[in-house]
Each structure stands twice: as structure tokens, then as C-alpha cells.
């Protein structure tokens, strides 16, 4: 057998429940299985800590396990398993009480997303402050790659944050819309609280665009928005990247 085939042979067996081949049925991979089975849940665990929080680790280490069988880890890198975790938990029948779960998941997807976003320098205020207005307006814009955003119909920057931290969630809580966008200055991960007119002059310049064509975008979906407020915060948080 080549070392391909074996390797091949090998990978298929580590995912039968019942051994297939003679390499299956040999003791030691019983104890292979159990240990690539231990490190697809403890990564899932490390990579998504509000929900470990939030459901507990029992139940959290339980639908880690089931979602190990339908989508087993294809990266060598720990941090990158769990892209599909979050609309797991959105169909999981365990889950359906928590209908924020699903979107908690999601916040913690984010956040390591923009952790290992590939480095790229932001737009600062020096690369504009000797544009014109027109010259501005023709700026064209891409968010940061490390700049990452969600629109939930729950307060789940709230809970995800208490959830983060290990602490429980507020009882007074407002039970509220809430939207979020993740992002890396200084090469700290930050979440933060914001609002529509944001997201969609994110969602306007995400293949990129001109800064004009963001500001019609956001003005067409919200008439009254300070289109010079939204890009002031998306700029002095390290948000964009020129083209």
C-alpha cells in the first residue's frame, strides 16, 4: 500500500463508527477516533466561549459532538473549525428555545474572523485631509479586512457580551433589535453597538465603491442619517481600507 493510499485508508477509517478494513479494526485506532473527536470539541469550545457560556458545557460539548459527525474539521488549523457551527445551532432542534443562540454563534465567529483577518492598513484621517469634496466623494472604499458585521433581531451584542465574560445575562435586559460590527485597531479584536445607517454603508462598500455611492446607499435606505457621522466612526475605528 503507498503512503497515500494508507494515509487515505487511515482518514476513513478515524470517521466509521464501525470499522470497515483490517487498519480499522486494530485497537489503537478506538483510540484515535476518541482523540480526533476530543480536539474537534475542545477547539469548537475555545472558538465559540459565549455559547459554551450561555448553554453550559454539557449540553455545548453534546451538539459539539454531533456537529463533529456531519461536518468533520478539513483544516489543520484549530482556530478555522466551526464556519458552519452557527447555522448548525440555527436548525438544531435542541435549540429551538434559544433562537438567539444561533446569532451569539455568530458574534463569536466574527470575532475570530477579524482576529486572524490577513493584516492591511487602514484609511486614516491623514489620507484625507487634503481631499476636496469632490475628490472625497471619488474615494473609493473596502471595509478593513478584519472588520466583520451582524444585524440580529435580538440584544445579542448584550448577551454576548455578558456570555463572553462568563457572567449571566442582565434579567432587566431590554429585549431589543440589535446590530454590531467587529473590528481590530491596534490589533485588538473590539466589538461595539451599531446602528443600520452603519451596516449599510458597510454592506454599500463591501465589493468596493466610491464614497459618494456609499452615501446615496445609506441616505436612500435612511433618509435622515448623518451619512458624515457614520463614516467618522467607521474611519477613526480602523473600519475601511482604500482601494
Known amino acids: 500500500m503507498s503512503l497515500a493510499a494508507f494515509q487515505r485508508e487511515f482518514h476513513a477509517e478515524l470517521r466509521r463508527e464501525v470499522p470497515a478494513t483490517r487498519l480499522g479494526q486494530q485497537p489503537g485506532m478506538a483510540v484515535h477516533r476518541s482523540t480526533m473527536l476530543r480536539a474537534a470539541i475542545d477547539a469548537l469550545e475555545a472558538n465559540f466561549p459565549a455559547v459554551a457560556c450561555l448553554v453550559g458545557q454539557a449540553w455545548f460539548r453534546s451538539a459539539a459532538a454531533a456537529f463533529f459527525a456531519e461536518h468533520p474539521a478539513c483544516d489543520a488549523r484549530l482556530l478555522a473549525y466551526g464556519a458552519g457551527f452557527p447555522e448548525f445551532l440555527a436548525s438544531a432542534p435542541a435549540a429551538v428555545d434559544l433562537p438567539y443562540l444561533a446569532n ?80 481590530r485597531p491596534a490589533m485588538d479584536v473590539s466589538m461595539a453597538l451599531v446602528d443600520l445607517p452603519t451596516l449599510a454603508f458597510l454592506d454599500a462598500c463591501e465589493g468596493g465603491t466610491t464614497l459618494a455611492a456609499c452615501a446615496e446607499h445609506v441616505l436612500h435606505l435612511y433618509p435622515t442619517a448623518r451619512t458624515d457621522l457614520v463614516f467618522a466612526r467607521l474611519l477613526t475605528t480602523g473600519a475601511l481600507a482604500a482601494l
Do not use: C
Open 104 to 183: 451569539v454563534a455568530r458574534l463569536d465567529r466574527l470575532w475570530l474572523e477579524s482576529y486572524a483577518a490577513a493584516d492591511a492598513p487602514s484609511l486614516g484621517v491623514s489620507a484625507i485631509r487634503d481631499l476636496n469634496p469632490n475628490e472625497l466623494g471619488e474615494l473609493a472604499v473596502v471595509p478593513h479586512p478584519a472588520t466583520k458585521w451582524l444585524s440580529s433581531a435580538f440584544p445579542v451584542v448584550a448577551i454576548w457580551e455578558a456570555s463572553r465574560a462568563g457572567a449571566p445575562v442582565a434579567e432587566g435586559m431590554a429585549w431589543v433589535p440589535q446590530a454590531a460590527f467587529v473590528t
